[in-house]
Each structure stands twice: as C-alpha cells, then as structure tokens.
C-alpha cells in the first residue's frame, strides 16, 4: 500500500523557535492535509491543498503542496507552548475518499 | 461548521460484551463516514469505510463480523465493537467528509477498555 514518511518523528524546540516537518510519498496525492492532534483528542484539521505548488498560510502555519505532487511541508513560525501535540500529514488520491496517514511528528516546546 | 461529535467519549467493559459507538456529523451531511483506530503513540489505522445506505467497505485485515458498522442516515454511524476483548482496548476516531469530499473532520474520539 501507500506510504508516507513523515519527518522528525520528534522535535523538542524553545517557545520563539520556528519549526518544520515534511512528508513525503512514493505516490501522487491529489489532496495534502495537515492535521493537529492534542493528547486524548482527534485530529483537527490545520491546513488543506489541493493544487501542485500551492502555498497556503493560516495564521503562523504555512503548508506546501510539493510540485511533484509527493511532498508537502509545514512551516510553523514563531511557536508557542499550545502548539504542542502530534501533528499528521495525510494524502488523498484519485482512488477513492481514503486518506493515507504519515507517522505523526511530536512536537514539545519549551517556554 | 464541520463538527463531528462521538459517543461515548470513554468506556470501560467486561471481555465478551458489545460496546457501540456513535459518529455524528452535527452541521453538515456526510455521505461518507470513517472509522480508525489509534495505538498508543501511533498514527491513525483506517478500518473501515462507512457509505449512507450501503455496506461498509473494511481494510485488509479488519474483521466485518467483529466491527459492524451501520451508517443508517446521512449525519449518523455507529460501530459496534462486538464480544470485545482486551486486545480491541484503542482509541477509536471517526471522520466524515466534508466540502465536496475534499476534506476529513474528525470526531473526538473514543478510548475503549476492555478488561
């Protein structure tokens, strides 16, 4: 089946610093996702793209839609002690409405 | 907009009993719902696909007879997680699409103990 790296499995940062994590897949996706999941709670939805190359910002998270249409990044800038939890990238193709996770990123930030 | 809610958000049962789970689209119609099952420090595990009036469409190695899933209207599936035993003891998220099909929202979640 699809796979999806997701890196740092891990980050551990200083209230201020900005941070970065990627995904990437041996596949086409159509769709990039960027979910948000706090300790005992489900996903929440950050950031949606839906076009090679497209940019999309929503507050201090900025997400990548990779050209080639196997990557896609997330930028999150100036981090606050709340930005801690897992973060998960997920890739939607043409086969259907299923979404492919990666391993989740966990993010600690340190006031 | 786009809030899914879950029911109950935690049980505790006895080995051997059924335990069901309710997914709720509160403000939009989902013709196709998800349920997933999350480990301890792992990522999210599709089990199956729920579709409005039809069977459910289950992964590679999920048990149909074990997870029945019944999403009987268009804001509302269950599942049924059946004679359960401590190894189905996880945390149980449901999704529902939303904008076209384009996106996933997801429930809160239910964490499930099994003794």
């Known amino acids: 089946g699809q796979q999806l790296n997701q890196s740092p499995q891990s980050m551990f940062i200083q209230e201020g610093e900005d941070v970065s994590m990627n995904c990437t897949s041996s596949s086409i996706f159509n769709t990039w996702l960027w979910y948000k999941q706090d300790p005992g709670e489900g996903p929440v939805l950050l950031i949606a793209l839906y076009k090679a190359g497209e940019l999309t910002s929503n507050g201090r998270l900025t997400a990548q839609f990779g050209i080639t249409r196997k990557d896609s990044f997330l930028n999150i800038s100036a981090s606050i002690p709340s930005d801690v939890g897992i973060y998960f990238c997920a890739g939607r193709n043409n086969a259907g409405n299923m979404l492919t996770f990666g391993g989740g990123t966990r993010l600690m930030v340190k006031p | 907009g786009a809030v899914v809610s879950q029911h109950p958000s935690w049980v505790i049962c006895k080995s051997g009993t059924s335990v069901k789970i309710e997914c709720r689209s509160l403000d939009f119609q989902a013709t196709t719902m998800f349920w997933y099952r999350q480990f301890p420090k792992q990522s999210l595990m599709l089990m199956a696909t729920s579709n409005e009036g039809s069977k459910a469409t289950y992964e590679q190695g999920v048990e149909k007879d074990k997870f029945l899933i019944n999403h009987a209207s268009l804001t509302l599936s269950t599942l049924t997680v059946t004679s359960a035993h401590p190894e189905d003891s996880s945390f149980y998220i449901c999704?529902?699409?939303?904008?076209?099909?384009?996106?996933?929202?997801f429930g809160p979640g239910t964490r499930l103990l099994v003794l």
């Open positions: 999704s529902a699409d939303g904008q076209g099909g384009e996106t996933q929202y």
